[in-house]
């Protein structure tokens, strides 16, 4: 009995040493496996955070001028190629950083094109690679003696800056094409006549989509001129319903003007969200028709400097371009930028 269990023994033991030979190359594969894909992770996580670095860099050179986009794109390159991925400096061209827009409603980019406004321009996407091309594709440690090939790894990142995606505004809504003029510029400290049915336009607005009425349009400006924060107007939370200024009453216009005269030297300042008129003119804006529902496009500080109700009614004021603001960033650029950027992808 003794002899038949060591020799039972034996073979078992040899019956693990086979089964360990045959498992050793699975188990070399696999611990090849798991140390690449490690190391892969640790460089896209590296290319990463180049490009969010590039994209943040980029994007807070925005300000609703021609002459910033250049110089955007080009800190956006120079903060890409601070950073370093798989040994060597991240590689983003001039190509690898987009301008465009960024609709937080919808959760998308798109890239400006020759028609887009300079004042949409708020989002900068930035590419980075590390493939054949673009700074080497990432060499396996291990893996490579069991057939795998270099392996090419591709990150993008998204900043959005530009006027605020949601403000406590004057229920006053003003269209994008009366702020900027003929050259595509905002008309910064221009004297703007709203609701003068010329050239330039105001609406009413409850901040959503109910329909302004007199007696809703005077509670929500005195509320304005008391606390400044009347609702929340949001860019992604849909339309609001504009009006014209046939709501606007005497005693609104009283209002406005007793706040003026107690605001004295320090001015008399609102904001209001401007209107989306895609494709109008500013020569045209006057006849832009009011009464009905519009996207907000982004946000503008104005300083009132009086009210009349006419004839015509009307509100005389000028765009103030240089305000910023601390609310979440989201909207065209129309003079009133935000003080922080966010990383929307």
């Given at each position: 009995?003794?002899k038949?269990g ?20 699975f188990?070399i ?10 190391h892969?992770q640790?460089?896209q996580?590296k ?16 300000n ?22 798989n ?12 301008l ?5 409603g ?31 594709a ?10 795998a ?15 605020p ?28 006549t709203?609701g003068?049915?010329?050239?330039d ?14 007696p809703t ?14 609702a ?7 339309p609001?319903r504009v009006?014209?200024?046939n709501?606007?009453?005497?005693g ?16 008399l ?14 020569a045209d ?17 104005i ?9 015509p009614k009307?509100?005389s004021?000028?765009?103030v ?10 909207g065209?650029l ?12």
């Amino acid at each position: 009995m003794e002899k038949t269990g060591r020799v039972s023994a034996h073979r078992q033991g040899g019956n693990a040493s086979i089964t360990f030979a045959l498992a050793l190359p699975f188990l070399i594969a696999v611990v090849a496996l798991v140390v690449d894909l490690g190391h892969y992770q640790q460089v896209q996580s590296k290319l990463q955070t180049g490009a969010d670095a590039a994209a943040l860099a980029g994007v807070r050179d925005l300000n609703g001028t021609v002459l910033q986009l250049p110089i955007a794109r080009a800190n956006a390159v120079i903060y890409a190629g601070q950073h370093r991925a798989n040994g060597s400096k991240l590689q983003v061209r001039p190509a690898d950083v987009e301008l465009g827009t960024w609709d937080f409603g919808k959760r998308l980019f798109a890239p400006a094109t020759v028609g887009t406004s300079v004042h949409d321009i708020q989002a900068v996407r930035v590419t980075a690679h590390r493939t054949a091309g673009d700074g080497g594709a990432v060499a396996p440690f291990f893996a490579g003696v069991f057939g795998a090939g270099d392996k090419g790894l591709t990150v993008r990142s998204i900043a959005v800056g530009g006027s605020p995606g949601s403000a406590c505004a004057f229920p006053f809504a003003i269209p994008a094409c009366s702020l900027i003029d003929a050259g595509d510029h905002l008309r910064c400290n221009a004297l703007l006549t709203f609701g003068n049915a010329t050239t330039d336009n105001v609406g009413f607005t409850l901040l959503n989509t109910s329909n302004p009425t007199t007696p809703t349009i005077d509670a929500a400006i005195a509320q304005s001129l008391v606390d400044g924060c009347p609702a929340n107007s949001r860019i992604d939370g849909g339309p609001i319903r504009v009006s014209n200024g046939n709501n606007f009453s005497k005693g609104s216009v009283d209002a406005i003007n007793e706040a003026v005269i107690a605001a004295g030297a320090d001015g008399l300042f609102v904001t209001l969200p401007v209107i989306a008129t895609p494709g109008v003119a500013f020569a045209d804006c006057g006849s832009v028709s009011l009464n009905r529902d519009f996207r907000i496009a982004g946000y503008v500080k104005i300083r009132i400097l009086s009210a009349t109700q006419g004839p015509p009614k009307s509100v005389s004021a000028s765009i103030v371009c240089d305000h910023v603001s601390n609310e979440v960033v989201g909207g065209g650029l129309f003079g009133l930028p935000s003080t922080h950027v966010v990383l929307t992808q």
